[in-house]
């Protein structure tokens, strides 16, 4: 069983930025994502990385947005650069033990393990 907990969010002037991040124990997992939920939305993938290291960005954040981790410190990171309002919303880290995951490593459906969110709001 996976336990996630973020750390990093927090309040920021349109056009800053923030950096998440995502302490896994234990760190084993066939993806690992940073997802969303602003008030009254369904919860979205903003960016996911598997384990060969690929990633994947909402169209939304693209360029914006950059997704890492460090093995070594058993920690996913997500850099927001460029924020906007419209990034405003509490952000999960994410896990899922699902070997197909990297299919479909946008969709929330795929996580089977959540930390507790942190808040991003954005002025």
């Known amino acids: 069983h996976v336990q996630l907990v973020e750390s990093g969010g927090g309040s920021a002037q349109a056009g800053g930025s923030l950096r998440l991040s995502c302490e896994a124990v234990?760190?084993?997992?066939?993806?690992m994502g940073w997802l969303r939920q602003a008030p009254g939305k369904e919860r979205e993938g903003v960016a996911a990385?598997?384990?060969?290291?690929?990633?994947i960005y909402a169209d939304s954040v693209k360029g914006r947005f950059t997704i890492a981790k460090d093995n070594a410190k058993n920690s996913l990171y997500l850099q927001m650069n460029s924020l906007t309002p419209e990034d405003t919303a509490m952000y999960y880290c994410?896990?899922?033990?699902?070997?197909?995951?990297?299919?479909?490593?946008?969709?929330?459906?795929?996580?089977?393990?959540w930390g507790q969110g942190t808040q991003v709001t954005v002025s």
């Open positions: 990385i598997d384990s060969d290291g690929s990633t």
């Open positions: 234990p760190y084993s997992s066939h993806c």
């Open positions: 994410a896990a899922s033990s699902w070997r197909l995951c990297s299919a479909q490593p946008l969709n929330k459906n795929v996580y089977n393990a």
